[in-house]
Nanobody, 126 residues
């Protein structure tokens, strides 16, 4: 059974930094592309960042480019999202997700991902 468990969310002041983790069990982080998404009550689940199956390619939403970094630790089967220069607009529940086995590249569409974590709340105060 596949499980993705996010952690690291919390309350941070604007301009601050936060690091999210996503531990995967039941499969490896290198088995397929992975992504981070975020959602607020008013919006759909939006793509934030993605990493390819090889780990050699990453992609970001325009809104976080240059501020967020996705990377993974294969030894610990964990994917991370490092976030800096946070603003209140970054407040959301953050989810990690993994595509089906063999999927090489991440996409920005939530429907392309088969496995999801339960989410972790990030709140940025002004």
């Amino acid at each position: 059974q596949v499980h993705l468990v996010e952690s690291g969310g919390g309350l941070v002041q604007a301009g601050g930094s936060l690091s999210l983790s996503c531990v995967v069990s039941g499969r490896t982080v290198s088995s397929s592309a992975m992504g981070w998404f975020r959602q607020t009550p008013e919006k759909e689940r939006d793509f934030v960042a993605g990493i390819s199956r090889s780990g050699g390619s990453t992609g970001y939403a325009d809104s976080v480019e240059g501020r967020f970094t996705i990377f993974r630790d294969d030894a610990n089967n964990t994917v991370y999202l490092e976030m800096s220069s946070l603003s209140p607009e970054d407040t959301a529940v953050y989810y990690c997700a993994q595509r089906s086995s063999g999927s090489i590249l991440p996409t920005s569409r939530a429907r392309d991902y088969d496995y999801w974590g339960q989410g972790t709340q990030v709140t940025v105060s002004s």
